[in-house]
Structures are given as structure tokens and as C-alpha cells.
């Protein structure tokens, strides 16, 4: 009768763990489908801002531009030089032959040149993809109100957005600076965080001394990892802005402009950026080679092996590829921050390219959070394009990264 019963009762256990399984396999699901679906919306948000039709008017129709009937961009060098004197002032015509003469651009540029100056188009009206397909009666209905504006479906990310510079006016605008920005400071991030974070990792778990010390060392490093980015941009500016102004503002070297003298910096920020990840750095390293085996010390200490040589030749190729993991973990984040960088002093129209360490500086979060707190709805579409370019850089870097450390992988394995 007691086996009855015992058997009895473990079946009946064995039920519910099996039903308790089941719903918790059901929550899981239910959490990654929410996940998936947030992601879908979000990606499918930007893809709707960055297209769809948009009203165009003229402030030159390109067919009172036409030479003997040849339309405009039939037109000869000569030709559209003429134009270019006739239509716009001498000081104009001269600022551009200081920049490039005229004479030696291509009938490509000269085309680019008469398109933004002479007939410069001006965005009135903006629709969303979602607007455009399923709101064509209404925007029929705004072209007939309104013929002297001209209807096209524009692609709001295509190649001209990534290589123009900033403008005033959305339709000219691009990106090209921002991304120059971005690669300065995040290659100025990983070569002063990535050393760094590596050898103090190493210390606390293979050198230090397991006391008292160590232990507040550790949640301090803990504790700076949850640290909000602002205070980071806080203790850039007054570190590497004001304490450090020779040597961020390059003025201890001579390569200092009046832009930069007050030390905001491309130097400056990665300098923030790089304490901002530092902490991210140390705790995945000190993951990494606590996730390896003791034996695996144990056995390069018997065969006569020093610390250091145990921890060059066996500990770091062993945990390499977690660390490299955790550091794009870490520099995917430090790419996104805007916080830091405003407080350190980002400027939100840059229309030069960065040429060093020591020039001022813009990068695509900043002008994406600038283009979208704009009223103007083209800005919005300028934003989503830029999005999508930050996303795209993005993955790139962590898709180059992943590459590089399978590769080492494999290599090492061989």
C-alpha cells in the first residue's frame, strides 16, 4: 500500500514539474516574442520616416534654365558656367574659385552647384511611407490644391546623404562629418580603454593581493559601471576640458586653432568615452580569466613558468575571445552615448571635416538628437536616414570585431 502511495505521489510530482515547465517555456517564448516584435516596430518606425513622397518647390524652374532648347543637364562646362555667372553674385562666383575653380569641375559638380544655389529646392511638405501608400488620396488632393510644387518619392538614406556635409537646409544635408567624428572618437575610446582595462584586470585577479583593499577596489569598479553617462561627461569636462586644456586642445604641441582652445575636443571626448567603458573593460577581463581552469595555472607554474609568462603565453590567448566579446559590448554602447559628449562639448553643426585628435568635433547620435528636436518634419526624415547609417556603422564594427576574433580562434586552435 506504501508503494502505492509513493508511486502515486511521485507521478503526481512528476505532473506538476512537468506542467510547471511548461508554463514558464510559455513566459519564456512570450518574453522573446514581445522582444522580437518591439524590435520589428522600432526598425519599421525608422524605415517609415526614412522614406516616402515629398513636396518640392522651386525657387528656379530648371527649364527656364535651357540653352537653345537643351535641357539642363545636357548642358555643356561652358554653358553651365554662363549660368552659374549669370544667376548668382560676383562674391559668390569668387568664394567658389577660392574653394575649387570653377573652371576645373566637372559638368557633374557644376550640375550639384546650380541645383543647390540657383533653382534650390525647398521641401514644403513631407509624408511617411505608411502615408504615402495608404494616404494617396489626400496627398492627390494637396498636389491639386498646390500646382506649383512638384511631387516626388524621396529616399531620405541614399549615397549623397553619407558623403555631404551638414547643412541648414534638410534636402542638403548629410552625414558625412558626424561618421568622420564617430570613427576618431571611437578608435581614441579603444586604444586608451582597451590597455588600460586589460592590465588592471590582470593585476586584481593574477597580482593583487586578495585583502581588504582589493575587495573596495573591486566594488568601486562594480559600482562605476552603473554609473549614469552624464557624470562621466561631468568628469571629462573638468579633467580633460579644463585640468587638461594644453593636451587635449593641442596647444602644448602647437596644433591648437581658436576653435578648439577650450579643450573640447575629438581628444577630450574619446578621453570620456574611453573612462565611461573602462570599468565594462575590467569586469569582463576579470570574467574571462576567472572562467579558466586553475589547472591551467597550476600546470604552467610546474613546468617552471613565471606569473607574467603564465598570463602572456596561456591566460590572455585563452580568454582573448571572451574579452574581445565583452569590449564590443562596451564600444557598441560608447558609440551610442550622447550625454557625455554634449556636456563635453559637442557641437551640433560642424560643417568641417575632422583632420586630427585636436578638432572640434560632432558625431551621429549628437546630430541625430539635433535633427529630431527640429519642428520641421524634414529634419525627422533626416534623423531616421541618420539612424540608419548609425545602425549600419554599428554592426559593421561588431560584425569586423566578431570576424577578427573567430579568426584568431580558429588560428590559435590550429
Known sequence: MNAATDLFA?????????????????????ATMITVIILCILLLNIINNAFGVIAVENEVEPDTLAV???????LENPQLLYIIDTHLSRGLVRRFNDEYPLEERSAKELLELIEERIINSHVKKSWSLIDTVFRSSSIAAYFEANPEQERRFRAWIQPGFLVRSQSSTPENAGVRTAILGSLWIILITFLFAFPIGIGTAVYLEEYAVKNRLHKIIQTNIYNLAGVP??????????????????????????????????????????????????????????????????????????????????????LLPNSFERILTGTIMALS??????????????????????????????????????????????????????????????????????????????????
Open 229 to 314: 553617462s552624464i557624470i562621466y561627461g561631468l568628469l571629462g569636462l573638468a579633467v580633460f576640458v579644463r585640468v587638461l586644456e594644453p593636451v587635449t586642445s593641442g596647444a602644448l604641441f602647437g596644433l591648437t586653432d581658436g576653435t578648439t582652445a577650450n579643450g573640447r575636443t575629438i581628444l577630450s571626448a574619446g578621453l570620456t568615452l574611453g573612462l565611461l567603458v573602462l570599468p565594462i573593460i575590467i569586469i569582463n577581463t576579470q570574467e574571462a580569466l576567472r572562467a579558466l581552469p586553475d589547472s591551467l595555472r597550476h600546470s604552467s607554474y610546474g613546468l617552471g613558468a613565471t606569473r607574467w609568462q603564465t598570463v602572456r603565453y596561456h
Open 10 to 30: 511521485a507521478d503526481l510530482l512528476s505532473k506538476k514539474r512537468k506542467k510547471r515547465n511548461s508554463i514558464i517555456k510559455i513566459l519564456l517564448f512570450a
Open 68 to 74: 537653345d532648347g537643351t535641357p539642363l543637364n545636357e
Open 333 to 414: 554602447r560608447a558609440i551610442g552615448e550622447t550625454a557625455p559628449l554634449i556636456v563635453v562639448g559637442a557641437s551640433t553643426f560642424v560643417a568641417i571635416d575632422p583632420s586630427s585628435p585636436f578638432s572640434k568635433f560632432t558625431t551621429l547620435p549628437i546630430q541625430i538628437y539635433q535633427w529630431s528636436a527640429r519642428p520641421q518634419g524634414e529634419f525627422r526624415n533626416i534623423a531616421a536616414a541618420a539612424i540608419i547609417v548609425l545602425l549600419v556603422l554599428l554592426l559593421s564594427m561588431n560584425s569586423f570585431a566578431i570576424y577578427f576574433r573567430n579568426h584568431y580562434a580558429k588560428k590559435r586552435n590550429y
